[in-house]
């Protein structure tokens, strides 16, 4: 099945469900210069928007900022009479609110935060490694979810929660209000008996959401939903006059917004958690299907189809035996070796094996090939994949995705894997003969873009291999299928879980063999209901991000650098290519000014260009390491606009100096 059909099978031959959410409108573009939420009741209080909005309160000709943005502000205080700033005070650590902090330097302004984030703030390089792991911290299985600045910026008072600031008989609350970041800190200022809340990225105008990807903190389970949620809980408490975000306007009379925004996020949550029964009854309705073997934990769904299973045991391994003992393998992950190296040993004494061919896997998650080095080494294995599969799988460390192979280290023993060589790559739709049976092998995304579905007769039933896009107990109406929903894994929806469901709808198969043991007989009610979910599921980021499109929103990698980590020498020149993607119907203007700390250069200077309709673009640049660059680990930002709206510095990549 070939790529342009399932594209064509999405726009023309598809029916989505109903009553999908009209697009966001169009960000409101702020005024030029200085402007005043309030200028009668709160005269004082004005505001500048390049980056962020930047909210300055005044007193006499000295002031206090909310966010800073580019830095720019500081150029421009003059015109409203203000000649000093006393305080910085920073509602969060993401790169457009505090980009234009080298800018303070020799102002006497002080600097302060939340204590929550003071490391993301100091220490920006800390969170940002040249080999990942599954445990790092603000990461999705090793794929970062925070965005420090390039420079780092010091404080010179971290808030806690329910601390108060005074500023000239003045009294801020911090309030507590994670969510778009883990310490994400809103200050309350009460003036003329009503509360003035600067809220940061909580909550934006119409009940929305600034980004998704910022509050997306695990792995499908909704603790930066729940965050969010109870933020604007106890705002709403409150009961502010006005609301004050850091981006689009400011909203009066909040309350009944915030309401609203809880309610979105309860019916987002509905969707996005795991469609299936996990960590509760998974275990039962798992496999209702395979029976045990004479090869202990190896069992049987078909008379040649056999997998792995036990009592919460969830690796990833299926076997296809020929009746020549030649085996087909699709995955093969999260083993100790020596357990898989004896099951292997009882399965040619006992069921005829006598040679793993190839191992398949279905995509690019390390705990679904983890195991694959060690079968072609011990075992004679070839590795084969689908071609769009390759770059992320053999080079891991290019790419800030999840859950990479290079993310799973040294779980088992021997040397990390940080890469996996295929010996065979196949196009989307491309078939091939293995022992009398024929197989396809088809581009199927959902839980990630990098994956594959393996389709053949096996035993008179049509079967499909279908990796993690779809989990769980077909007789079950609650079950949806689908697995988590990690923008970091590029999941884009119609690009994703959408196209996915599609591409089952059509192949109509008798039997789906999903990842970490799951066997699911008869689907088709069942994929019916995942197919009707997709389109909910992205019904619901429309109507919660504030962007025309949510997927400027939700994607993280809409712009991207390649390689993503890069190590270099002093003196040293090393090639880049920057990717920006166009998910509109009309062309896209961008420019990119990069961010670079001290001992690295850039050229070209500025990134412009103009991207097609729905596609994509590449652009080449260059960084060189200065020749006294000291070694360590830098971050590069990108400073984006699109279309005449300036981002700020949403994207990054990182730079290691090595001798």
Same mark, same amino acid.
């Given at each position: 099945?070939?790529? =342009?059909?399932?594209?064509?099978?999405?726009?023309?031959?598809?029916?989505?469900?109903?009553?999908?959410?009209?697009?966001?409108?169009?960000?409101?573009?702020?005024?030029?210069?200085?402007?005043?939420?309030?200028?009668?009741?709160?005269?004082?209080?004005?505001?500048?928007?390049?980056?962020?909005?930047?909210?300055?309160?005044?007193?006499?000709?000295?002031?206090?900022?909310?966010? +800073?943005?580019?830095?720019?502000?500081?150029?421009? +205080?003059? @015109?409203?009479?203000?000649?000093?700033?006393?305080?910085?005070?920073?509602?969060?650590?993401?790169?457009?609110?505090?980009?234009?902090?080298?800018?303070? $330097?020799?102002?006497? /302004?002080?600097?302060?935060?939340? /204590?929550?984030?003071?490391?993301?703030?100091?220490?920006?390089?800390?969170?940002?490694?040249?080999?990942?792991?599954?445990?790092?911290?603000?990461?999705?299985?090793?794929?970062?979810?925070?965005?420090?600045?390039?420079?780092?910026?010091?404080?010179?008072?971290?808030?806690?929660?329910?601390?108060?600031?005074?500023?000239? &008989?003045?009294?801020?609350?911090?309030?507590? %209000?994670? =969510?778009?970041?883990?310490?994400?800190?809103?200050?309350?200022?009460?003036?003329?008996?009503?509360?003035?809340?600067?809220?940061?990225?909580?909550?934006? @105008?119409?009940?929305?959401?600034?980004?998704?990807?910022?509050?997306?903190?695990?792995?499908?389970?909704?603790?930066?939903?729940?965050?969010?949620?109870?933020?604007?809980? $106890? *705002?709403?408490?409150?009961?502010?006059?006005?609301?004050?975000?850091?981006?689009?306007?400011?909203?009066?009379?909040?309350?009944?917004?915030?309401?609203?925004?809880?309610?979105?996020?309860?019916?987002?949550?509905?969707?996005?958690?795991?469609?299936?029964?996990?960590?509760?009854?998974?275990?039962?309705?798992?496999?209702?299907?395979?029976?045990?073997?004479?090869?202990?934990?190896?069992?049987?769904?078909?008379?040649?189809?056999?997998?792995?299973?036990?009592?919460? !045991?969830?690796?990833?391994?299926?076997?296809?035996?020929?009746?020549?003992?030649?085996?087909?393998?699709?995955?093969?992950?999260?083993?100790?070796?020596?357990?898989?190296?004896?099951?292997?040993?009882?399965?040619?004494?006992?069921?005829?094996?006598?040679?793993?061919?190839?191992?398949?896997?279905?995509?690019?998650?390390?705990?679904?090939?983890?195991? =694959?080095?060690?079968?072609?080494?011990?075992?004679?294995?070839?590795?084969?994949?689908?071609?769009?599969? $390759?770059?992320?799988?053999?080079?891991?460390?290019?790419?800030?995705?999840?859950?990479?192979?290079?993310?799973?280290?040294?779980?088992? @023993?021997?040397?990390?894997?940080?890469?996996?060589?295929?010996?065979?790559?196949?196009?989307?739709?491309?078939?091939?003969?293995?022992?009398?049976?024929?197989? %396809?092998?088809?581009?199927?995304?959902?839980?990630?873009?990098?994956?594959?579905?393996?389709?053949?007769?096996?035993?008179?039933?049509?079967?499909?291999?279908?990796?993690?896009?779809?989990?769980?107990?077909?007789?079950?109406?609650?079950?949806?299928?689908?697995?988590?929903?990690?923008?970091?894994?590029?999941?884009?929806?119609?690009?994703?879980?959408? +196209?996915?469901?599609?591409?089952?709808?059509?192949?109509?198969?008798?039997?789906?063999?999903?990842?970490?043991?799951?066997?699911?007989?008869?689907?088709?009610?069942?994929?019916?209901?995942?197919?009707?979910?997709?389109?909910?599921?992205?019904?619901?980021?429309?109507?919660?991000? /504030?962007?025309?499109?949510?997927?400027?929103?939700?994607?993280?990698?809409?712009?991207?650098?390649?390689?993503?980590?890069?190590?270099?020498?002093?003196?040293?020149?090393?090639?880049?290519?920057? %990717?920006?993607?166009?998910?509109?119907?009309?062309?896209?203007?961008?420019?990119?000014?990069?961010?670079?700390? /001290?001992?690295?250069?850039?050229?070209?200077?500025?990134?412009?260009?103009?991207?097609?309709?729905?596609?994509?673009?590449?652009?080449?640049?260059?960084?060189?390491?200065?020749?006294?660059?000291?070694? #360590?680990?830098?971050?590069? &930002?990108?400073?984006?606009?699109?279309?005449?709206?300036?981002? #700020?510095?949403? !994207?990054?990549? *990182?730079?290691?100096?090595?001798?």
């Amino acid at each position: 099945m070939k790529h =342009g059909f399932l594209a064509l099978l999405l726009l023309a031959g598809c029916t989505a469900p109903e009553g999908a959410p009209p697009p966001a409108p169009a960000a409101t573009r702020a005024p030029q210069g200085f402007w005043r939420p309030d200028p009668v009741r709160h005269p004082d209080l004005y505001a500048w928007t390049d980056t962020c909005t930047v909210y300055v309160l005044k007193d006499g000709d000295s002031a206090v900022l909310i966010d +800073l943005g580019s830095g720019e502000v500081l150029s421009a +205080l003059q @015109e409203i009479g203000v000649k000093s700033v006393d305080w910085v005070l920073f509602t969060h650590h993401h790169r457009e609110q505090c980009q234009g902090a080298p800018r303070l $330097q020799g102002t006497g /302004a002080k600097i302060g935060g939340p /204590a929550a984030e003071r490391e993301l703030f100091e220490q920006p390089e800390k969170f940002r490694k040249m080999t990942v792991r599954l445990g790092d911290p603000f990461t999705i299985h090793g794929s970062s979810y925070v965005r420090p600045p390039v420079h780092p910026v010091l404080l010179d008072r971290a808030f806690s929660r329910m601390d108060v600031f005074e500023w000239k &008989g003045r009294e801020f609350r911090c309030i507590d %209000t994670r =969510g778009n970041s883990p310490g994400s800190m809103s200050y309350f200022l009460k003036e003329g008996g009503r509360w003035l809340a600067f809220s940061g990225d909580l909550m934006l @105008e119409g009940a929305r959401l600034h980004t998704w990807f910022d509050s997306e903190w695990d792995y499908g389970f909704a603790a930066g939903i729940y965050a969010l949620a109870n933020s604007a809980g $106890q *705002v709403e408490g409150y009961d502010p006059e006005w609301l004050l975000p850091s981006h689009g306007r400011p909203i009066r009379e909040a309350a009944a917004m915030l309401r609203e925004f809880q309610r979105k996020l309860r019916a987002l949550e509905r969707l996005y958690v795991r469609g299936y029964d996990v960590n509760t009854f998974s275990g039962s309705r798992q496999d209702p299907t395979s029976r045990p073997t004479v090869v202990p934990n190896v069992w049987q769904v078909l008379p040649h189809l056999y997998k792995f299973r036990g009592p919460n !045991f969830y690796p990833n391994c299926c076997l296809v035996i020929a009746d020549s003992g030649h085996a087909l393998a699709v995955d093969c992950g999260l083993f100790d070796e020596k357990f898989l190296d004896a099951s292997i040993a009882l399965m040619k004494e006992r069921l005829g094996l006598r040679q793993i061919d190839v191992m398949i896997p279905t995509h690019m998650h390390g705990d679904h090939f983890l195991q =694959g080095p060690h079968l072609r080494k011990t075992w004679g294995a070839k590795l084969w994949a689908l071609d769009r599969m $390759q770059p992320m799988c053999e080079h891991p460390e290019r790419f800030d995705y999840s859950a990479s192979i290079q993310a799973y280290g040294q779980l088992f @023993e021997g040397a990390p894997i940080e890469g996996v060589r295929f010996d065979r790559l196949f196009r989307d739709g491309e078939s091939f003969e293995w022992e009398g049976y024929r197989f %396809t092998i088809d581009w199927m995304p959902g839980q990630t873009e990098f994956a594959l579905a393996v389709r053949g007769m096996i035993d008179g039933r049509s079967v499909v291999f279908t990796g993690d896009n779809i989990f769980g107990d077909p007789e079950d109406p609650r079950h949806t299928g689908h697995e988590a929903v990690v923008a970091h894994n590029s999941s884009v929806l119609e690009e994703g879980y959408i +196209l996915g469901a599609e591409y089952l709808s059509r192949v109509k198969p008798d039997l789906l063999m999903g990842g970490h043991s799951y066997v699911m007989d008869r689907p088709a009610a069942f994929i019916e209901r995942y197919r009707r979910w997709a389109y909910e599921m992205r019904d619901a980021f429309q109507g919660l991000i /504030a962007e025309e499109d949510y997927r400027y929103g939700y994607d993280p990698f809409w712009v991207r650098v390649e390689p993503y980590r890069l190590k270099i020498r002093p003196g040293e020149t090393k090639d880049l290519s920057i %990717t920006v993607r166009n998910f509109g119907a009309q062309p896209q203007r961008h420019r990119i000014r990069v961010d670079l700390p /001290a001992g690295l250069a850039w050229l070209p200077d500025e990134l412009t260009g103009d991207v097609p309709p729905q596609s994509r673009t590449v652009t080449q640049a260059r960084v060189t390491a200065a020749g006294d660059a000291t070694p #360590g680990v830098r971050l590069l &930002g990108l400073d984006v606009s699109r279309d005449g709206r300036r981002y #700020g510095e949403w !994207f990054d990549a *990182v730079v290691e100096v090595v001798r």
